[in-house]
C-alpha cells in the first residue's frame, strides 16, 4: 500500500531529537497502522523487520503524544488519519467510508481538529464467549446532533 510521507520531518525539531531507533519505530508504525492510523502490536515483528532490539515500550514513551496505547494494547498514530487525507473525512467519498467503518470498529472517532480520539459515545465491553475466546463489542450511547445516517 502507498502513503503520504512529510520529507519536512527530517526539519521537524521532534523528529530530529528522536534516536535513531526512535525514528525507525517511528516510520514502521506510519507504514504498518492501517488507515485508521492504528497498529495491531506486534513487538517481535517491529524487531525482527527493523534489527533493531530496544523494547517497544521505550520507543512508545520516547515518541509522546505522537502515540497513544489503547484500551486493547493496540497503539493508535491521532494526527494519521489528517495527514494522509488532507482533511475531514466525508461518507460521499467511497474510499473514506472504508476509513469511518475502521475508525468505529476501533471505537475512535475524529476530533475537531481532525486527530483521532477514543469515541466518548462508544461504550465497549468485553464479553467472554469461553476461557479462550473474547470478543469486543461496541454499543452506541449517543448520538448528540449528528448528521450520521444511523451508521
Not at 18 to 24: A, E, F, N, R
Not at 42 to 52: H, P, Y
Not at 62 to 71: K, P
Not at 122 to 137: E, G, Q
Request: hydrophobic share 35%; aromatic share 8%; proline share 4%.
Amino acid at each position: 500500500m502507498k502513503r503520504f510521507t512529510d520529507s519536512d520531518k527530517w526539519r521537524d525539531p521532534w523528529f530530529r531529537q528522536l534516536t535513531p531507533s526512535g525514528k525507525v519505530f517511528y516510520l514502521f508504525l506510519c507504514d504498518n497502522c492501517d488507515n485508521a492510523g492504528v497498529w495491531e502490536r506486534d513487538d517481535e515483528r517491529f524487531k525482527w523487520e527493523s534489527g533493531i532490539a530496544v523494547e517497544v515500550d521505550a520507543h512508545i514513551e520516547e515518541l509522546g503524544d505522537r502515540v497513544e496505547i489503547l484500551d486493547n494494547g493496540r497503539i493508535l498514530l491521532p494526527k494519521f488519519v489528517l495527514f494522509q487525507q488532507g482533511g475531514p473525512l466525508s461518507e460521499a467519498k467511497p474510499p473514506h467510508r472504508q476509513i469511518i467503518k475502521m475508525l468505529e470498529k476501533h471505537a475512535l472517532a475524529l476530533d475537531e481538529k481532525g486527530k483521532a480520539k477514543v469515541n466518548d459515545n462508544l461504550s465497549i465491553t468485553k464479553a467472554k464467549v469461553n476461557d479462550n475466546l473474547s470478543i469486543t463489542l461496541a454499543k452506541v450511547i449517543g448520538r448528540g446532533n449528528s448528521n450520521s445516517k444511523g451508521k
